[in-house]
């Protein structure tokens, strides 16, 4: 299993209390970062996943990594974000009036979770036309939460961060399921 940019370390800490074989698995997860300049490597690895039904998870900016490499998918070629390009078109993911920081509702098939959030970015709900078809959507308060592929294994991403909620005794559903998937897809 392969974890991208720079905020892997407690991702990590959270799948090995699930599963402590989860690297031997066959999956991808995009973490968030603070290094976003180069996304196009990450674009394709996601496009991959996606294309070969690999199962794939993407955390903070790595969800709206795949919002963007699936916006692209549509014909949409200069789809970005504006933390790189704030002369995109389309800007599917904007910048907030403020910073999105602490412990928020999330509601997700029906139930409700406590999530952990820290993000200046998010879905531009204005271009919510490219998601509805094919995907499961979750909102909070104008903010996309969670997005997850129809017809793909497992092809999710959350604004939120599941691992910061997770723990040895009470691990997170999301990163369970994951993991799930990846050790089918071996």
Known sequence: M????????????????????????????VCGTHNPKDID??????????????????????FQVALIEWARHLGHFGANTAEIDQNATPKIIVQLPTIRVGIRPVYWRGKESM????????????????????W??????????VAKLRDHRFFMGVQFHPEYES????????????????????
């Not at 399921?177 to 071996?186: G, L, Y």
Request: charged share 30%.
């Open 2 to 29: 392969d974890l991208l940019n720079d905020f892997t370390t407690s991702v990590e800490k959270s799948l090995t209390e699930i599963d402590a074989n989860w690297k031997s698995y066959k999956g991808l997860i």
């Open 41 to 62: 490597k990450t674009i394709e690895r996601i496009r991959m996943a996606r294309e070969n039904n690999i199962p794939f998870l993407g955390i903070c900016m790595g």
């Open 115 to 134: 999530e952990s959030h820290w993000h200046n970015y998010a879905f531009a709900r204005k271009h919510a036309g490219y998601l509805e078809k094919d």
């Open 136 to 145: 499961e959507l979750s909102w909070t308060d104008g903010i996309l939460e």
């Open 167 to 186: 723990s040895k005794e009470s691990p997170h559903f999301i990163l369970k399921e994951f993991i799930a998937h990846a050790k089918m897809a071996m």
